[in-house]
């Protein structure tokens, strides 16, 4: 059977938001990660497409080759060849200085111009839920230069507004992030759902749906949005993962399904 009659392997919908957020991390990029799927996206990408993708832990880790899949961002292989041990303070002052181009986030709450929730459910005073808060979050969005999201899309999550601002998007729309005194040419790059592909519009700074994972379309994505999205003019497909994506996903990135097992 010729390639080109093989059947298309099955594959999850979190081996599929790793794969596609791999596909955007280039070359000789730079991109703080922390740990599970961000971490294995950085890991398909440095062994497939960007073998010089410099790889960074909040904890210190500047450059390491992962050997397997590390369980906090201290742990001993986030340093395992790399460039440097070096400290949390270097990694958020290396932000700082804008040599840093990618970061992952995610958050309870996400809303129509990427700002993030990771603080409360319900009134800060009296919350519903109270959350880990931002660690290194709000630092990462502020400062690195595109920030990209890996997360399931749910109407719980997307809504219109966060109930607190912990993580920075474009705040309230254009021009806001600067006269919050960020830096320009900052913000939200991608969201990565098991839905869709979702970028923003450089006008309006509002989220606008790039392309439809395989199977999935445009009422469902809707159905699981508490708002009103933008769509691309060229709306495209996702490609599904390669057969050589699965493979080192499945044999070497993460082969005890610490990630890609979950549901």
Sequence with gaps: MSPATQPQPSYSPMELMITVAARYLEDGATVVVGTGAPCAAAMLAQRLNSPNLMVMFEAG?????????????????????????SSMPEI????????????????AQVDPYGNLNS???GPYERPKVRFPGSGGA?????????????????????????????????????????????????????????????????????????????????????????????????????????????RVLREEVDPLRYIIGRA
């Design 138 to 246: 709000n630092d990462l969005a502020s400062l690195c230069w595109r920030t990209m999201m890996l997360t399931p899309q749910d109407r719980r999550r997307f809504v219109p507004r966060v109930d607190f601002v912990t993580t920075p998007g474009y705040l309230t729309g254009p021009g806001a992030r600067e006269a919050a005194g960020l830096p320009p040419g900052t913000g939200p790059y991608k969201v990565i759902t098991n839905l869709c592909v979702i970028g923003f519009d450089e006008a309006t700074k509002l989220m606008r749906v790039e392309s439809l994972h395989p199977g999935i379309s445009r009422a469902d994505v809707e159905a699981n949005t508490g708002f009103e999205l933008l769509w691309a003019d060229g709306l495209a497909d996702t490609a599904p993962p390669t057969r050589d994506e699965l």
């Design 61 to 85: 880790g500047i450059g390491p080759q992962l050997p397997s899949m590390p369980i906090s961002v201290g742990d001993s292989r986030t340093f395992y060849r790399g460039v440097a041990a």
């Design 119 to 121: 603080t409360v459910i």
């Design 92 to 107: 958020m002052g290396m932000c700082q200085r804008g040599m840093v181009d990618y970061c992952f986030l995610g958050g």
